[in-house]
């Protein structure tokens, strides 16, 4: 079906939560693309670091047929002007991938099939 990346914010390294939950929820999401037999990489980011080197790294490091972009980037309003970076970072260099958005951290997969099928 093509190689899949999924795009999101790094629950572990955002201070003054408990990021327990998310992990786990992440952890859902890659074993539903192991089962589906979907290889599928993760890219986790914080807006500290140097979100388009590491983004870029990975667009370019493997052929992504999908990338998945998650709502921690996109829900979050003093988030907006990193979604934008990251949106036109995948158009740039995605290699024509198609972008999805998953709707929970675990439905990562299901995001992608609509673009995968």
């Not at 998650?70 to 972008?99: D, K, M, Q, T, W």
């Amino acid at each position: 079906m093509g190689r899949v990346l999924v795009i999101g914010l790094d629950p572990v390294r955002i201070p003054g939560w408990d990021p327990e939950p998310v992990v786990a929820a992440i952890a859902r999401g890659q074993a539903r693309f192991a089962d589906l037999g979907i290889e599928a990489d993760l890219c986790l980011v914080t807006p500290e670091e140097d979100v388009e080197a590491v983004i870029v790294a990975a667009l370019t490091g493997k052929d992504y047929a999908c990338v998945v972009i998650g709502g921690g980037l996109r829900n979050h309003e003093p988030l907006l002007e990193l979604f934008e970076r990251v949106v036109n970072l995948v158009a740039r260099h995605g290699s024509g991938a198609a972008i999805a958005f998953n709707r929970t951290p675990d439905g990562s997969a299901e995001a992608a099939l609509r673009w995968l099928r």
